[in-house]
């Protein structure tokens, strides 16, 4: 199995945002120190960008969150769909079964009698 395989159908939701948050901050950090302000201009701007960031922060977990949930749901309704599908064809194997075991029943009774029959007409 390739790693392409091994990752069909999975949510690389985690991994950006966790990405997107490392890039914001180092940008945010960055940004900061490099700009020609004074300290305390620089230390309001801190502060406002920090609480930028913490509500975008916020939200995208929010977003995530959400996503999970609907994947959640998703998984639920398909095992329970499973669930029913499963119970249904082994109510189906089941009744086909003891159809058969009856009709193998028959037959052998039908073979006993006409064994009997030959076995009398021999002797």
Do not use: Y
């Given at each position: 199995m390739?790693?392409?395989?091994?990752?069909?159908?999975?949510s690389?939701?985690?991994?950006?945002?966790?990405?997107?948050?490392?890039?914001?901050?180092?940008?945010?950090v960055?940004g900061?120190?490099?700009?020609?302000?004074?300290?305390?201009?620089?230390?309001?701007?801190?502060?406002?960008?920090?609480?930028?960031?913490?509500?975008?922060?916020?939200?995208?977990f929010?977003?995530?969150?959400?996503?999970?949930?609907e994947?959640?749901?998703m998984?639920?309704?398909?095992?329970?769909?499973?669930?029913?599908?499963?119970?249904?064809?082994?109510?189906?194997v089941s009744?086909k079964?003891?159809?058969?075991?009856?009709?193998?029943?028959?037959?052998i009774?039908?073979?006993?009698?006409?064994?009997?029959?030959?076995?009398?007409?021999?002797?």
């Amino acid at each position: 199995m390739n790693m392409e395989d091994s990752n069909r159908g999975r949510s690389h939701a985690p991994e950006v945002l966790i990405t997107l948050t490392l890039g914001l901050a180092v940008g945010f950090v960055a940004g900061i120190l490099l700009a020609p302000k004074s300290g305390k201009e620089t230390r309001k701007e801190l502060i406002e960008k920090g609480e930028e960031f913490a509500e975008k922060t916020k939200e995208g977990f929010e977003v995530a969150k959400v996503k999970l949930a609907e994947v959640k749901g998703m998984g639920e309704e398909f095992l329970e769909k499973s669930k029913d599908a499963f119970e249904k064809t082994t109510k189906t194997v089941s009744q086909k079964a003891g159809k058969a075991k009856k009709k193998v029943k028959k037959v052998i009774s039908k073979g006993k009698a006409a064994a009997k029959k030959v076995e009398e007409s021999l002797s």
